[in-house]
């Protein structure tokens, strides 16, 4: 048994005569690591014989000879393949999506500024809505409330104090007709002539009670009878009588459209006033009324974006005129070859620090060969790579007079000059010819055209970087690759393959860029985040490779 923390312990293999007992320490960091993610007992002996088996086998390997030349022809083929590929369908893409952005967002004939100016120019389309609904007599608002509150609307016409249907009609022929009929059960019950009213039936009973009383049955009766009469004008019916008639006076006065002070008529100027406020709020007449300020408020707020969006052509259209002037100076500038190694040199020691390489712009400084500073950046590969201080060249150019032999002349200079064991040539895309291929190799130089104002070529540079790394590696080791980083690399390749094949169906969704505007970014992104993938995953089997023992030299 192996112990993760150290602890040796024998473990005899009773079962198998033909078994080799081992009393093993481990004191490798990472092998303690990835044992102890294992349980201990079975399970970690089990993953400590396998990972055993596979450092004998890849031992047992490493020991044979790999041809080199059948390596480096595969991966000549492979490159050049590659380089075919990502030219083609890197330039019909670059043609294909700028033809596509101006369709859309030129400022002059684009389909984004036309219709955004249809919908807020004067009489354009926000413009009439709002006319329709909030503008003139013949709106929607002002339709809708004639409709529910003018002279002709059913509540207009039930609060009139000259409709024969109106609430104060309704209100007296009600109380009129209450009082009638007050007044005539009042009278019947006190009435002698109808045998079943209150004053019979109390006469009757008196009556047949006590005959000795008579006399003062009478004097009583007549007594009541005065209390009762209409004639006697202090009598209790008389008082009931004159209450009555003044409550209804009141009633009547209150509703009465000749009396100033009556609720009816109070009722009327509140209804009225109310009227008044609600039209004066909503007329366009008035410039203080609450529609015509929120009118004011909306014209604004759309003039001001107006304005705003007509600023902000403006200023983008200066900053583009400027920059363009810029750029065109720089280009006819003397000085604009040197922005160009500079913008390089950037890239590179960006790209220097996340590989743990060492990375000098040394284009102002004399190499080996007298008085020539051919080689404007060397990258020198970390202590921690397959070939500590080997070094890759690059030279960079932004001139027309420069043709691919010129290039290879240059670069070989360029490595002689700075003891470099690989040379990367680097065209500007404003100056590089037209027929020049992004990507090609040839021996252990690399000649590639980079656009320094579009980020999406710097997938060139990063794997010219990761390129240049692996021949260094081959130049420096020529060590024995194992099938296993060959499956690696393979797949790799059919990774990039893949990538190339989105290409097309970019293509097709560029044609109907409308309704697939999302899925081109959306591919877009993602083929550019799986080609880093590639390219790191290269740069992942390049330094795997200092794991192997070293075999020996082709």
């Known amino acids: 048994m192996i112990m993760a923390d150290g602890e040796p312990e024998l473990v005899p293999d009773a079962q198998s005569p033909a078994g080799q007992h081992l009393h093993l320490f481990v004191e490798d960091p990472e092998i303690v690591a990835e044992l102890r993610r294992h349980a201990e007992g079975a399970d970690r002996d089990r993953y400590a014989l396998a990972a055993l088996r596979l450092g004998v086998l890849a031992l047992r390997l490493a020991n044979g000879h790999v041809d080199a030349a059948v390596v480096r022809d595969a991966q000549r083929e492979l490159l050049s393949s590659l380089r075919d590929i990502l030219t083609e369908r890197g330039g019909q893409l670059a043609s294909e999506l700028g033809n596509s952005l101006a369709r859309y967002f030129d400022p002059k004939s684009g389909f984004f500024p036309q219709r955004l100016e249809a919908l807020l120019k004067d009489g354009g389309e926000l413009d009439r809505f709002l006319r329709s609904h909030l503008g003139s007599n013949e709106s ?12 002709n609307s059913p509540i207009f016409k039930l609060l009139s104090p000259t409709e024969a249907g109106g609430l104060k009609a309704q209100i007296a022929e009600t109380l009129a007709a209450a009082l009638d009929e007050q007044r005539r059960l009042v009278l019947r019950e006190f009435s002698l002539d109808v045998k079943d009213s209150a004053l019979s039936r109390l006469v009757g009973e008196i009556g047949s009670s006590q005959g000795q009383l008579k006399a003062d049955v009478k004097g009583q009766v007549d007594a009541v009878a005065r209390e009762f009469s209409l004639d006697q004008p202090d009598s209790a019916l008389s008082r009931l009588v004159a209450k009555l008639e003044a409550a209804q006076r009141a009633i009547a006065e209150e509703f009465s459209a000749d009396n100033d002070l ?12 109310t009227s008044q406020e609600i039209g004066r709020n909503l007329s366009l007449d008035n410039d203080m009324s609450a529609l015509s300020r929120l009118r004011r ?5 759309i003039d001001d974006m107006v304005r705003k969006n007509h ?13 363009k002037a810029r750029r065109e100076e720089a280009a006819r500038s003397t000085r604009h070859g040197t922005a160009f190694e500079a913008e390089l040199g950037e890239l590179l020691s960006v790209e220097a620090q996340r590989l743990g390489d ?3 712009a040394t284009g102002t400084a004399v ?8 080689g404007d950046h060397v990258t020198q590969l970390g202590l921690e790579s397959s070939a500590p201080g080997a070094k890759i060249v690059w030279e960079a150019k932004e001139d027309k007079k420069y043709d691919l032999t010129h290039a290879l002349e240059e670069i070989d200079t360029a490595r002689k000059n700075r003891e470099a064991q690989v040379g990367i040539f680097v065209f ?4 590089a ?11 252990n130089d690399i000649v590639i055209v980079w656009d320094a104002d579009d980020p999406a070529t710097d997938i060139y540079v990063k794997a010219a970087y990761s390129v240049g790394r692996a021949l260094c590696i081959r130049t420096r080791e020529r060590e024995s690759r194992s099938e296993e980083s060959l499956r690696n690399l393979e797949q790799t390749t059919r990774a990039v393959e893949k990538q190339i094949q989105h290409l097309d169906q970019i293509k097709t969704w560029s044609e109907t860029i409308r309704g697939h505007g999302e899925k081109i970014a959306d591919r877009a992104g993602k083929m550019r985040d799986d080609l880093l993938k590639d390219v790191e995953r290269l740069d992942r089997e390049l330094a795997a490779l200092n794991m192997l023992p070293p075999g020996n030299a082709a």
């Open 367 to 374: 190499g080996l060969i007298k008085a020539c500073k051919t």
């Open 262 to 273: 009556s609720a009816l008529n109070r009722l009327t100027r509140l209804l009225q006033n």
């Open 140 to 151: 929607t608002l002002v339709r809708t409330l004639s409709a529910h509150m003018g002279e």
């Open 311 to 323: 600023e902000f052509q403006m200023e983008l259209r200066t900053t583009l005129v400027e920059l």
């Open 428 to 431: 500007s895309k404003k100056t």
């Open 433 to 443: 010819a037209a027929d020049l291929q992004p990507f090609g190799r040839y021996a």
């Open 358 to 360: 060492v990375h000098r």
């Open 297 to 301: 408020e909306l014209l604004g707020t």
